[in-house]
T-cell receptor, first 116, second 114 residues
Framework: AQTVTQSQPEMSVQEAETVTLSCTYD???????LFWYKQPPSRQMILVIR??????QNATENRFSVNFQKAAKSFSLKISDSQLGDTAMYFC?????????????FGKGTLLTVNP | DAGVIQSPRHEVTEMGQEVTLRCKPI?????LFWYRQTMMRGLELLIY????????DSGMPEDRFSAKMPNASFSTLKIQPSEPRDSAVYFC????????????FGPGTRLTVL
C-alpha cells in the first residue's frame, strides 16, 4: 500500500520569505501523480499544484513550485514571497491510478503559519 | 459551476440517531469520493464511486455507515446509529474520470454526535 509522510507537523515563516514543506512517499508503481492541497481555516480543501511522475520538469504555479525527486520518492513544496493568506494546513497526496481506480492517499499535513 | 455542494454544513445530533449527509458533485464529473477528517487520523477515504457504482468501500469503518449514489448528481452518506466517535468533518469530492484525477472538494459537513 502507498504511504505518504509529512515529517513537519508545523512550520512558520515571515511574510515575504520563502518556505519549503517536505513530503516523501512510498510506492512500487512507476506512473502516478502527486498533489499538494491547501486547507485554510475555512476548511475548504484547495488544490495547489500537481505533478505527473513521468514528467521530469518540476511543476510551477505562480509562487508555488515543487522539487520532485522520483528516485528519492520526495516531493517538496516551495512557497516564495509568502503571504498571510498562505496560512493553512498543507497536505501532500499521492494518486494511484489505472482502470477505474483513482484512490488519493493523503499525508497527515503540515500546519504553516505566515507571520506579519 | 457552483462546485461540489454539501449539506448540511453543520450537524449536531445525539448518540443513536440517524444522520444523513448529502453531496452534489460537479456536473460532468464521473467519480465521487467521501472522506472523513479527524485530528487523530487525518483525512481518510471512506468510499468512492465511479459512474454511480461503488468501486472501493474498504474505508467504511463499520456497518453503521452506508453510502449511495442513485444518480450522477447526488450521493448520500448515512450513519445509523450514530456514536460520539463519529464526530468529524466529512468531505465529498468529485473528479473527472481521467488519469490525472484532480479532485474538487466540497466545503465539508462538521458532524458532532453528543
Amino acid at each position: 500500500a502507498q504511504t505518504v509522510t509529512q515529517s513537519q507537523p508545523e512550520m512558520s515563516v515571515q511574510e515575504a520569505e520563502t518556505v519549503t514543506l517536505s513530503c516523501t512517499y512510498d510506492t512500487s508503481e512507476n506512473n502516478y501523480y502527486l498533489f499538494w492541497y491547501k486547507q485554510p481555516p475555512s476548511r475548504q480543501m484547495i488544490l495547489v499544484i500537481r505533478q505527473e511522475a513521468y514528467k521530469q520538469q518540476n511543476a510551477t504555479e505562480n509562487r508555488f513550485s515543487v522539487n520532485f525527486q522520483k528516485a528519492a520518492k520526495s516531493f517538496s513544496l516551495k512557497i516564495s514571497d509568502s503571504q498571510l493568506g498562505d496560512t493553512a494546513m498543507y497536505f501532500c497526496a499521492f494518486l494511484e491510478g489505472g482502470g477505474s481506480n483513482y484512490k488519493l492517499t493523503f499525508g497527515k499535513g503540515t500546519l504553516l503559519t505566515v507571520n506579519p | 459551476d457552483a462546485g461540489v455542494i454539501q449539506s448540511p454544513r453543520h450537524e449536531v445530533t445525539e448518540m443513536g440517531q440517524e444522520v444523513t449527509l448529502r453531496c452534489k458533485p460537479i456536473s460532468g464529473h464521473n467519480s465521487l469520493f467521501w472522506y472523513r477528517q479527524t485530528m487523530m487520523r487525518g483525512l481518510e477515504l471512506l468510499i468512492y464511486f465511479n459512474n454511480n457504482v461503488p468501486i472501493d468501500d474498504s474505508g467504511m469503518p463499520e456497518d453503521r455507515f452506508s453510502a449511495k449514489m442513485p444518480n450522477a448528481s447526488f450521493s448520500t452518506l448515512k450513519i445509523q446509529p450514530s456514536e460520539p466517535r463519529d464526530s468529524a468533518v466529512y468531505f465529498c469530492a468529485s473528479s473527472l474520470r481521467e488519469r490525472s484525477g484532480n479532485q474538487f472538494f466540497g466545503p465539508g459537513t462538521r458532524l458532532t454526535v453528543l
